[in-house]
């Protein structure tokens, strides 16, 4: 059967699965952004992301991607002569390290893809080094590691630097108390945990990052003038319309089952996946302490082809999981199990999983993956 | 009664109403932007979008509003002691030139609003100065003025400077051949004569543009990085889909009307509502021969307020028309009459405007402004 995007089990690490009532608020023929009626909407947000977010801070939403995000951040906070540390240690970390030697100087600590940070070297760099920005990924959506948040809050704390942190794939899936950890940008996009459409980053911004921005460096990625207009519930440029009001219906649709909920959901979702990949003697990527609750990275055995298990399930099943980034194509794969994501998707991707790894010539015992999934749903009541 | 966003006759000046075909593609639970299947959404945008920029030239998609579209122009181009001429005749010329210095050094052009620019002074800066940009915008949304592109075009194109062109509502509205006039950025926005949801930001690019980009210098707004990642059907950051689907359903309808069509009957509605107003005795703010096709600009005589005309007919009829911004607030009101607007939506906000008006004291011929669309209904079969 031919993939149909309108009917399908999809597992990405982000764009994710859309909740009928997210589409449907986009369902507007009309609405103009300086209208008083989107500045309720506005409004309503500010809320709704400073709960997201757990903070007192202002939230800014850009239309952009979760990297326009990032770079709003880092062009905002850093010039020549100013230096970060970066952690990099796949894909969206060596980003963010791309960011700070793009507009000021970076320190950039290098990690194999799913290897955890080394705290004492973090702790040795901010000692000798004048560290304006510690910035690192937090969830590494690429490897599925989560990297030590508090730990690195609380070096970062003890030598002053100001704390930036990409939480695109880890806001609304794993816990980020923003105020308690004193983040002082942390950054996410509304495709991932929020399980609405790609396409507008937010920002929580401290007024210790406000103090520290550049004045006259950026125009439409300026953050001070876009949380200065959001406190009057306005946007600095036209934002998109349609994309706020599926961005409102889904944090709604968040608080509902609460965040506090949701992230415990979230984490029971992820033991699961990894016991049941463990129950086919599939290996994580990532240290298995470190391994993350919305994304889950396997390893592919050697003799064991992408295309003959992700493409084969979305091919045969309509079953849609995300592959490996370069320069690790092929290696392995990512089961996204963030936003409204529920045991009963997971139950059917190891079940096409099984099928799939069985019909490659894979060893294991058929029907394990699934059975372990149903002890977890069991316990989870 | 009061306002209600699913139902009412909407004319700012972008956004604009969208047709429930743009809004059910949007429809759609999931759709991976490195699939296969979005690969062919850009293909099919791609062609779409060299139709409606009239160009070979690659035409980018950044997930931004317009403003990011401008902003990605002139950061990419302009660097401290590089010069560009631009054209401030209202809000949208004077945020170009905002934008050219803050990358490089500008030569401003300023004019009251609704006057246009003087081509001697134009022709003399570029003779004298060593210019590199020329950026203007085209249609001046704030205004409801058309800035002379084919005779600016002719004076660049003299001097070998680079032409930039903010279309954001003109493209899709009035004749802009980017080919034909040389053009080497060309900025429009999804929401404006497109009629697709805000969010996205559309740039026509020339080689000689690419030629003369600086490396190193953006980020997320990299329009190289974008136009050669769009070659291959990609984006370098993750795009917002849903806009994108909207897009495509956008850009089908108005290939199925026809570029030049749908140009033709903008111009026919713009020339209706400029008679309805002198029926009404009412000015435009702009000279007539520089008013614009897809906004009208329409002066309040002294006395009559704009809570009374625009407030009354958007609360009692529910009709939407655009107020003037700073720093001419509440001195005029416009009409945007572009993408699917048609007479039967002029006729009604006229009518509108005749009970406000009346009903404000101003003195005219009762039926007069309805009676004129009606000619020109009649004429346009």
Not at 83 to 99: C, D, H, P, S, V
Not at 193 to 212: D, F, N, Q, R, Y
Not at 229 to 258: F, M, W
Not at 364 to 370: I, L, N, P, T, Y
Request: aromatic share 6%; net charge neutral.
């Amino acid at each position: 059967m031919v993939f149909d995007p309108q009917d399908n089990i999809f597992l990405l690490a982000g764009p994710v699965k859309i909740h009928p009532r997210v589409l449907k608020a986009m369902n507007t023929p009309s609405l103009g952004h300086r209208s008083p009626e989107f500045t309720e909407v506005n409004k309503e947000l500010r809320e709704l992301t400073q709960y997201l977010f757990q903070t007192k801070n202002d939230v800014a939403i850009l239309t952009g991607s979760g990297t326009a995000g990032m770079d709003a951040a880092m062009a905002n906070l850093l010039n020549k002569g100013e230096k970060a540390l970066t952690i990099n240690g796949g894909k969206f970390g060596e980003r963010m390290g791309q960011l700070a030697k793009l507009y000021g100087e970076c320190i950039e600590l290098t990690y194999p893809w799913g290897s955890p940070p080394d705290l004492g070297q973090i702790e040795e760099v901010l000692s000798k080094e004048d560290i304006k920005v510690v910035a690192f990924t937090h969830n590494e959506t690429s490897t599925g590691l989560t990297n030590p948040l508090p730990e690195i809050s609380k070096i970062c704390q003890k030598h002053g630097a100001l704390l930036v942190v990409d939480g695109i794939t880890s806001v609304g899936g794993i816990d980020v108390p923003v105020d308690k950890l004193k983040i002082d940008i942390c950054i996410t996009g509304s495709q991932k945990c929020i399980a609405a459409p790609a396409g507008l980053a937010l920002l929580s911004v401290s007024e210790k990052a406000l103090e520290a921005m550049h004045e006259k460096k950026t125009y439409y990625l300026n953050l001070k003038k876009h949380v200065e207009k959001l406190r009057d519930g306005q946007t600095p440029y036209t934002p998109s319309v349609h994309l706020h009001l599926a961005l409102l219906e889904a944090l709604r649709i968040l608080k509902e089952e609460g965040l506090e909920n949701r992230i415990k959901r979230t984490a029971k979702i992820a033991e699961a996946c990894r016991a049941a990949a463990e129950a086919m003697n599939l290996e994580l990527l990532p240290d298995k302490k470190y391994a993350s609750n919305t994304v889950t990275a396997i390893k592919y055995p050697k003799g064991i082809e992408d295309k003959d298990i992700r493409g084969f399930i979305k091919k045969e099943f309509g079953i849609i999981l995300a592959g490996s980034q370069a320069p690790h194509k092929g290696e392995f794969f990512r089961i996204g199990h963030m936003g409204l994501v529920q045991f009963r998707e997971i139950l059917a991707a190891f079940g096409a999983l099984e099928v799939a790894f069985a019909k490659a010539g894979w060893k294991f015992e058929k029907g394990s993956a699934v059975a372990t999934i149903e002890e977890h749903m069991l316990k989870s009541i």
